[in-house]
């Protein structure tokens, strides 16, 4: 069974940009979880989709925000991009909403806002 | 106070020795417990999970919950230069936004051949 798959794995954008990233979770998994990981602040989550709804955010600005289509996949876009956006952008994929004992991580995409 | 604290290290140690890595915590509604261990350049994986608190084993790797001290601990016996990672403590709680996952910073181990 093929794993979290993520695109792209490299960004570079510039301030003020947009950027959607996008996520497949495992096949039969209906949840995704998206987090942020820095140095600085460590993994934080994002939110969280289940069934196309989003069921759990973090603490994080409205230039964020994310989506999930019918077949699972699910997209996360930052608008108005600053130099602190860059990070690793992880995504998770678990069977049932809210599982997070049961998640199984992408390999990120490293954004680099420049 | 951050809710997790978790010494980042680095952490060297050489191979066969046993590690103890630890994290605090603040929120006394936190109830899941987990580590993942995270290679350069990849996703984290979930390594252990415990409810509430108590001991887990599983195989090399034995993890540790005192609530009562809002103390978690992983320990990793007989370490192999494979060990060699970041390793990341997690919790959550149940209902509302609890539910989210919140994340130590990690700790960086070197398992010397």
């Known amino acids: 069974k093929a794993g979290v798959t993520q695109t792209p794995r490299y960004l570079i954008k510039t301030r003020g940009q947009q950027v959607t990233l996008s996520c497949s979770p495992i096949?039969?998994?209906?949840?995704v979880s998206w987090y942020q990981q820095t140095p600085g602040q460590g993994l934080q989550f994002l939110f969280e989709y289940f069934s196309e709804t989003q069921r759990n955010k973090g603490n994080f600005p409205g230039r964020f925000s994310g989506r999930q289509f019918s077949n699972s996949r699910s997209e996360m876009n930052v608008s108005t991009l600053e130099l602190g956006d860059s990070a690793l952008y992880l995504c998770?994929?678990?069977?049932?909403?809210?599982?997070?004992?049961?998640?199984?991580f992408g390999p990120g995409t490293r954004l680099t806002v420049l | 106070q951050k809710e997790v604290e978790q010494d980042p290290g680095p952490l060297s140690v050489p191979e066969g020795a046993i590690v103890s890595l630890n994290c605090t915590y603040s929120n006394s509604a936190f109830q899941y417990f987990m580590w993942y261990r995270q290679y350069s350049r990849k996703g984290p994986e979930l390594l252990m999970y415990?409810?509430?608190?108590g001991n887990k084993e599983d195989g090399r790797f034995t993890a540790q919950v005192d609530k009562s001290s809002k103390y978690i601990s992983l320990f990793i016996r007989d370490s192999q230069p494979s060990d060699s990672a970041t390793y990341l403590c997690a919790m959550s709680a149940r209902g509302g936004s609890n539910y989210k996952l919140t994340f130590g910073k990690g700790t960086l181990l070197t398992v010397n051949p």
């Open positions: 998770a994929s678990s069977q049932r909403e809210l599982s997070y004992n049961e998640q199984f």
């Open positions: 096949s039969g998994h209906r949840s």
């Open positions: 415990t409810y509430s608190s």
